[in-house]
């Protein structure tokens, strides 16, 4: 049986633990070596400068903490943490463990990451996380199925709300003038069940929906299709999004049927 370490194979996680022991214990140094120059500083009557943190590498571009050295103990807590945010972005973003998300805990990832509010970059944090993820990834592929249908306008006739269809429209595909983040994302747990249900491996994140439309955007076209889907879009940021496996919807539309039993997807059971 494959162990959390053997999964995440594009990254070695005891080399990326051991080398955050290395930068953080070098920091500790440091900052002791700060404070001794203070003391001596202040023992001959020769002046020292107020060193300042400022962690402009911040995921919203503001410090995460400005003071003095004085205080050591908050001053070693901003540094590790910013070590540690830093770390789990690399992590989640090069590993594949995004994969094992759906579109609700990549953004609760997203928002801890940004606030720093993450866990010690240990190898024990590490695997309990992808042993967390890896063991929720049911759950959160039938979460994804059902946060794409509760999101789909049922402006259009196409978007039928008791199940899926031919196609659905999804509004907001573009934002801006470029592909949104948040409805890539909802596309990529619906390519996640898609591969599930055909047995497929579940695609890296990598190289999903943000990437395939981004790369056609780029190219000046309005179309992009993987082996699931067709994805058009137009002026307007709207997407029209056409299910290339008949089959395959109908194993979503069971999924419905089991959180919507009163409503018609159940009668397909």
Request: glycine share 6%; net charge neutral.
């Amino acid at each position: 049986m494959d162990t959390p370490t053997d999964l995440v194979k594009s990254i070695s996680i005891a080399n990326l633990a051991n080398q955050r022991c290395a930068v953080v214990e070098r920091i500790r140094q440091a900052l002791d070596l700060l404070a001794e120059a203070e003391q001596l500083a202040r023992a001959a009557h020769l002046g020292f400068p107020r060193l300042v943190l400022d962690n402009c590498y911040s995921q919203r571009g503001t410090p995460v903490i400005t003071g003095d050295y004085a205080n050591r103990a908050e001053a070693e807590t901003a540094i590790v943490r910013t070590i540690d945010t830093q770390g789990w972005n690399y992590l989640l973003s090069e590993s594949g463990l995004r994969t094992f998300m759906d579109a609700h805990a990549r953004e609760q990832w997203n928002k801890q990451i940004a606030e720093g509010d993450v866990p010690e970059l240990t190898v024990a944090n590490i695997e309990a996380t992808f042993v967390q993820l890896y063991g929720a990834r049911g759950d959160m592929f039938e979460r994804g199925v059902l946060t794409c249908f509760r999101r789909l306008s049922w402006d259009y006739k196409t978007n039928q709300p008791f199940k899926f269809g031919k196609r659905i429209i999804l509004k907001s595909l573009f934002n801006h003038g470029s592909p949104n983040h948040h409805a890539t994302n909802e596309l990529d747990d619906l390519m996640r069940v898609f591969c599930v249900l055909d047995g497929q491996l579940e695609a890296d994140h990598r190289h999903g929906a943000y990437s395939l439309i981004s790369g056609a955007w780029l190219a000046r076209r309005t179309e992009a299709e993987s082996d699931y889907l067709h994805l058009r879009w137009f002026k307007n940021g709207n997407g029209h999004v056409t299910f290339k496996r008949p089959d395959l919807v109908n194993q979503m539309n069971l999924i419905l049927a089991k959180h919507y039993p009163n409503a018609l997807a159940s009668e397909i059971r």
